[in-house]
């Protein structure tokens, strides 16, 4: 199993046999089944940046166990069993946050569910979850995936690349769980973190890497959606982190003014903003549908084999008239 991990390599092997590693560059390392990366935590679990100017230290909260995989617990304390950054984050100053519920039929992706049924819009979910977290598995950046329900963590946790770290979005509204996954990540040391849904999985690395590159000379990035929301949302932690909070505040949520009036609270707080591209989420049958039909069309092979994943679970469902008619549009 490989792991990616900041190199210049000191490894500590505590009573468990559990390699912590402290490190400056990049380096790629063969790690045994019983090891795994965590790299914003300390070897007692806790913040490894907890004089943060970004915020006071969470670290109680971040060593929750909501927070683990499902083989990071197996000491008595948790404090032997992560591998760490305990002499900065080097490239993995940058954090990557998506944001997923557990793929439960009849919980995930309701209004699509409509047309298709319960079962075939949580496999869709599921699919679009695990093409997110592979494709967007790339070293170098700290991965962390916020699940709801909370007690879904473990469940997940088990069937995704281990580079992503697996943990609960917690109580509140979108707003406040969205709000919670930046100011763990900031507190934790991350100094540009972005967060992205599950709802457009054709985002490739190319399109979080922009998002980070546009985060070196501003405040805020977003990533318009077609229906007045957005898919992607990056802060830098160049200003004190407490201004952004109002991004995430008494907004209407799932509505079509969420971008609009975010940006509207970003010029009131004096935030500078950068937009990306306008991009289409899938949350209805006529967004699946244009979806895959964009996909056939295109070059990658990536894409058409996505296309044919999401007829093929259409095809096996007793939904077949949905699927002859994304067939024949």
Same mark, same amino acid.
């Given at each position: 199993?490989?792991?990616?991990?900041?190199?210049?390599?000191?490894?500590?092997?505590?009573?468990?046999?559990?390699?912590?590693?402290?490190?400056?560059?990049?380096?790629?390392?063969?790690?045994?089944?019983?090891?795994?990366?965590?790299?914003?935590?300390?070897?007692?679990?806790?913040?490894?940046?907890?004089?943060?100017?970004?915020?006071?230290?969470?670290?109680?909260?971040?060593?929750?166990?909501?927070?683990?995989?499902?083989?990071?617990?197996?000491?008595?304390?948790?404090?032997?069993?992560?591998?760490?950054?305990?002499?900065?984050?080097?490239?993995?100053?940058?954090?990557?946050?998506?944001?997923?519920?557990?793929?439960?039929?009849?919980?995930?992706? @309701?209004?699509?569910?409509?047309?298709?049924?319960?079962?075939?819009?949580?496999?869709?979910?599921?699919?679009?979850?695990?093409?997110?977290?592979?494709?967007?598995?790339?070293?170098?950046?700290?991965?962390?995936?916020?699940?709801?329900?909370?007690?879904?963590?473990?469940?997940?946790?088990?069937?995704?690349?281990?580079?992503?770290?697996?943990?609960?979005?917690?109580?509140?509204?979108?707003?406040?769980?969205?709000?919670?996954?930046?100011?763990?990540?900031? @507190?934790?040391?991350?100094?540009?973190?972005?967060?992205?849904?599950?709802?457009?999985?054709?985002?490739?690395?190319?399109?979080?890497?922009?998002?980070?590159?546009?985060?070196?000379?501003?405040?805020?990035?977003?990533?318009?959606?077609?229906?007045?929301?957005?898919?992607?949302?990056?802060?830098?932690?160049?200003?004190?982190?407490?201004?952004?909070?109002?991004?995430?505040?008494?907004?209407?949520?799932?509505?079509?003014?969420?971008?609009?009036? @975010?940006?509207?609270?970003?010029?009131?707080?004096?935030?500078?903003?950068?937009?990306?591209?306008?991009?289409?989420?899938?949350?209805?049958?006529?967004?699946?549908?244009?979806?895959?039909?964009?996909?056939?069309?295109?070059?990658?092979?990536?894409?058409?084999?996505?296309?044919?994943?999401?007829?093929?679970?259409?095809?096996?469902?007793?939904?077949?008239?949905?699927?002859?008619?994304?067939?024949?549009?």
């Amino acid at each position: 199993m490989w792991r990616y991990v900041l190199g210049s390599v000191e490894r500590y092997r505590g009573p468990n046999h559990i390699v912590s590693v402290f490190c400056n560059d990049c380096v790629k390392f063969s790690l045994l089944d019983h090891e795994r990366v965590n790299p914003l935590y300390d070897r007692n679990g806790n913040s490894a940046a907890s004089g943060s100017p970004c915020g006071p230290s969470r670290g109680d909260d971040l060593r929750s166990d909501k927070g683990c995989r499902p083989d990071s617990t197996s000491s008595s304390d948790g404090g032997d069993n992560v591998i760490d950054f305990a002499t900065g984050y080097g490239a993995q100053e940058q954090a990557l946050v998506l944001m997923a519920k557990y793929w439960h039929s009849g919980q995930v992706k @309701t209004r699509l569910a409509a047309k298709i049924g319960f079962p075939a819009a949580a496999s869709l979910h599921e699919l679009f979850t695990r093409r997110l977290t592979d494709s967007l598995a790339r070293a170098g950046i700290h991965h962390q995936l916020r699940v709801s329900p909370d007690d879904c963590c473990s469940q997940i946790a088990s069937q995704i690349s281990p580079l992503w770290n697996v943990r609960a979005q917690g109580d509140g509204d979108l707003g406040q769980r969205m709000w919670r996954g930046f100011s763990d990540c900031f @507190t934790a040391g991350a100094s540009r973190v972005v967060m992205i849904g599950a709802d457009l999985p054709t985002l490739c690395q190319a399109d979080i890497d922009n998002a980070f590159d546009q985060l070196r000379s501003c405040d805020l990035v977003l990533g318009p959606a077609v229906d007045g929301g957005y898919y992607l949302i990056g802060l830098s932690c160049g200003r004190e982190i407490n201004r952004f909070l109002q991004l995430f505040g008494t907004l209407s949520w799932g509505t079509s003014t969420v971008l609009r009036d @975010t940006l509207s609270i970003a010029s009131g707080c004096g935030l500078t903003v950068k937009q990306l591209d306008e991009r289409e989420d899938v949350d209805q049958w006529p967004d699946l549908v244009r979806l895959v039909q964009r996909l056939e069309r295109s070059d990658s092979s990536d894409d058409t084999s996505l296309a044919a994943q999401i007829r093929a679970l259409l095809q096996y469902t007793s939904f077949s008239d949905s699927f002859s008619q994304a067939r024949t549009l």
